[in-house]
């Protein structure tokens, strides 16, 4: 606010270099801060007769139309709770014990506070003072809140204090003093049941006063500090009392009222040096016992600002108060006049001597500070009840009979419902990528298709060409033949990692070297022959049983049972993760208790269990069906698959052949080409049939045959096989209305018993009380930020 020019009395005394301008210096004008009422009251103070007293009640600066407004919404917002998410500006007062905060109390409030005793000094007490219409009774209220700070370690049982209420019609000595000693019993100052010291508290009495002559203000008064020990304090509690007062020094919105002695030694004010870095503009320093300073004019040149104090300026004002052994009929008012219309008393401006004039300077920077501060308090308010809104919708309506239940569980499932076939058809709509199935379930149905394609035969294939005798590593000290040496997994394709160098030299086992090698068959051609040993039928010499291929196909394929079982066992796993997560987003959005989670939680967990009961038995009667079905395929590309694989058995043997028989051998041929050829003649036809007939002497022939024909109708079938998974198993089970993404529905919550939706659903005196808490809550929100 502007400074206004002051008018000839204004300028009475010298003025307080580097001091901004006060508010009480402005000349009020018509604003949401001065009104007529108060205008007045200001006009009339500042009349030319300095000796001229004033009264409390008739000129009150707290009690115009504006305080009371900004008044009372701060004192609204500190009801509602405000106050422990932001600072509302309040009158703090500080000092040292004795300074003569409990007699500057007593003047500002109209409270009968004690003055020189020990009850009012151990815990903070804010004074509220709102005036009611006229006719109205006085009332006065007393309860116990939480403090801002808590700087003591003392955690004590705070029930009596959260229980702690009182109403008086009046507030004499007698009544106030018996208020603090049980306020004090409440907060367990001084309790025997203590396990350490217990002579502070950091919780607040709250004391409210109404009535039709009162004022409006609030006030909060803090323990004082002391520098030295005193007799049962412990060193913990003296420095946690400084830190809960620097505490509520620094907060930028409260005004420090800072209380010196005019009597002592001014460079013994401790609360002066806890002061000195808060900006001048609010703080105000006052001196009391100004009747009995040894030099006053000491205490004239600091008020004026001839003398500086330690840190920022200080604002300060001089009154004068009763003392502990002042007579009943003392006038405040007259003896503060006695005093400073003398010399050197009256070389301080008059809007600083006086406790009218204090509260004047008061009441207008606390409107100041209220009015600035107010814009940034009401976005913290709308904030609060955004939060305690979103809170009373997670608490659910109330659910009194049967049908209010069944209607809060189809709500949910409702809900869930339509966060559930998101997940599956519009992942974007979803507000977290976890929540998201659609694309895990693909990178795990992806997972399984590359596990099964190259994992999911029992046996390595052989590359046609290949030999398949491979050497294995065997230890030197072995007496094992080569027919019962493990042999290694080779891999299918040429040049896999698990294919071994072929040696120099045929190692053997009189070898002096450490490492050996042992000639043994492919595993797969070992299990061929093997096969067709076992499986040997009626059919005639050199005619090949089909049958042979069955049980090599069920060796070959009896690792996708496992394979697949893993990847289900994922999927469900995974489904049953998401949907827990959709769930409990539909429950943030709809409003549901703890208990009705938890019950609805295990109707998902049981969805689950019957859904992987039910997929595996799918998966054993698949597997079983493949495992017995006969070996049958109408895929033309299994045709294509052997004849290519005979095409090159065929080219192959022609190779043999000509290795055996190269055409340079024959005294007729007088071919000239560049590419390889066979010259076959009556004496050499038996070697090449021998080479390429699955009959002929070649006895390898019949098992290539084998192995050609079983990996077409592999590389086929596994196709297939991952087809029926993906298909009709893994995309039913996140389609099926019983399982663990889709069963909570509407359809399920309607057949439930009677029984069971009271157990899920059904009200807790918790919850009751939650709601209630919450909408008085909701309601003070809404009428501080109105």
């Known amino acids: 606010m502007p400074s206004s020019p002051r008018t000839p009395r204004q300028r009475r005394g010298p003025v307080v270099e580097d001091e901004p301008a006060s508010p009480v210096f402005e000349p009020p004008q018509r604003s949401d801060t ?4 108060s205008k007045t009251t200001y006009e009339s103070s500042q009349e030319d007769n300095d000796d001229a007293p004033t009264s409390i009640l008739s000129n009150d600066p707290f009690s115009s139309e504006s305080s009371r407004i900004l008044f009372e919404s701060i004192d609204e917002l500190r009801r509602c709770g405000a106050g422990q998410d932001l600072d509302l500006p309040q009158l703090v007062i500080v000092g040292k014990q004795s300074a003569g905060k409990s007699s500057l109390l007593k003047s500002l409030t109209d409270i009968p506070f004690p003055i020189d005793s020990n009850l009012c000094t151990q815990f903070a007490m804010r004074i509220v003072s709102r005036r009611t219409a006229p006719g109205t009774s006085d009332i006065v209220q007393a ?30 000595f007698e009544a106030f003093e018996e208020l603090i000693v049980e306020a004090k019993e409440a907060m367990g100052i001084g309790s025997p049941l203590s396990s350490e010291d217990k002579n502070y508290s950091s919780q607040v009495l709250k004391i409210e006063l109404s009535g039709p002559k009162r004022s409006h203000f609030a006030i909060l008064d803090l323990p004082g500090i002391f520098s030295s020990r005193r007799d049962g304090v412990s060193r913990r509690e003296m420095e946690g009392v400084t830190r809960m007062v620097t505490s509520y020094m620094q907060k930028p919105e409260n005004i420090i009222i800072c209380v010196a002695d005019a009597s002592g030694d001014i460079q013994n004010e401790q609360i002066l040096e806890l002061a000195s870095e808060i900006e001048s503009s609010r703080k105000v320093g006052v001196f009391t016992k100004c009747d009995k300073s040894d030099n006053p004019k000491d205490i004239v040149n600091l008020v004026n600002g001839r003398n500086k104090f330690q840190g920022k300026p200080l604002h300060w004002h001089v009154v004068q108060n009763a003392g502990p052994n002042a007579a009943a009929n003392f ?3 007259q003896a503060e006049a ?61 659910r009194a009979d049967h049908s209010q239940r069944l209607a809060h569980l189809v709500a949910i499932s409702q809900k869930y419902q339509d966060l559930a076939k998101k997940s599956l058809s519009t992942p974007d709509a979803l507000p977290d990528a976890k929540m998201k199935l659609r694309g895990k379930s693909k990178a795990i149905t992806q997972e399984y298709t590359k596990s099964m394609t190259t994992n999911g035969h029992f046996y390595n294939f052989l590359e046609i060409g290949k030999s ?5 590593n065997v230890d030197e000290e072995s007496d094992s033949s080569s027919e019962s040496l493990p042999v290694p997994d080779f891999g299918h394709t040429r040049g896999s990692k698990n294919d071994l160098p072929t040696p120099i030299s045929t190692p053997t086992k009189k070898s002096t070297a450490k490492t050996q090698f042992k000639t043994a068959v492919h595993p797969l051609y070992r299990e061929i022959r093997t096969q ?8 005639l010499p050199g005619v090949l049983n089909p049958c042979v291929l069955h049980p090599l196909w069920r060796i070959q394929t009896q690792k996708w049972q496992s394979l697949t079982r893993d990847h289900l066992s994922k999927l469900i796993t995974r489904t049953s993760e998401v949907s827990i997560l959709l769930f409990r987003q539909a429950c943030k959005e709809v409003g549901v208790s703890e208990r009705t989670v938890f019950g609805l939680e295990k109707q998902l967990a049981g969805f689950e269990r019957q859904s992987r009961q ?6 054993d009667l698949l597997c079983t069906r493949n495992a017995n079905m006969a070996l049958q395929t109408n895929n033309p590309e299994f045709d294509y698959k052997v004849r290519k694989a005979r095409e090159l058995r065929f080219s192959q043997a022609l190779e043999r052949y000509i290795a055996l028989h190269p055409p340079s051998t024959f005294s007729f041929a007088k071919l000239t080409t560049s590419k390889p050829c066979a010259i076959v003649d009556d004496d050499h036809i038996a070697t090449l049939f021998n080479e390429l007939h699955p009959n002929g002497a070649r006895s390898q022939n019949v098992e290539d045959e084998i192995h050609d024909l079983l990996r077409a109708y592999y590389e086929i079938t596994i196709q297939n096989f991952i087809y029926d998974v993906t298909h009709n198993l893994s995309e039913p089970f996140l389609l099926d209305t019983n399982g663990p993404l889709l069963g909570l529905n509407t359809e399920f919550v309607m057949g439930l018993g009677e029984d069971v939706v009271l157990e899920l659903a059904g009200d807790e005196e918790v919850d009751v009380v939650k709601r209630r808490e919450c909408e008085g809550r909701i309601g003070r929100l809404e009428e501080a930020s109105a």
Request: aromatic share 6%; proline share 5%.
């Open 34 to 37: 001065f009104d007529e009422d």
């Open 143 to 172: 309860s116990i809140e939480p403090g801002d700070v808590n700087p003591f370690t003392v955690h004590s049982d705070d029930s009596r204090a959260k229980a702690f209420s009182k109403v008086l019609a009046s507030l004499d």
């Open 331 to 333: 006038d405040r008012e």
């Open 338 to 398: 006695a005093t400073f219309t003398k010399s050197p008393w009256t070389e301080i401006p008059k809007e600083r001597r006086g406790i009218p004039a204090l509260k004047q300077y008061l009441a207008t920077l606390l409107c100041t500070r209220i009015r600035e501060a107010f814009p940034d308090m009401l976005r913290t308010v709308t904030g609060k009840l955004d939060e305690e809104q979103l809170h009373r919708r997670s608490l659910g309506e109330s």
């Open 468 to 472: 398949v005798d491979v050497f294995i």
């Open 532 to 539: 067709l040993r076992e499986n040997l039928g009626e059919e």
């Open 614 to 619: 039910d997929v595996m038995n799918k998966l």
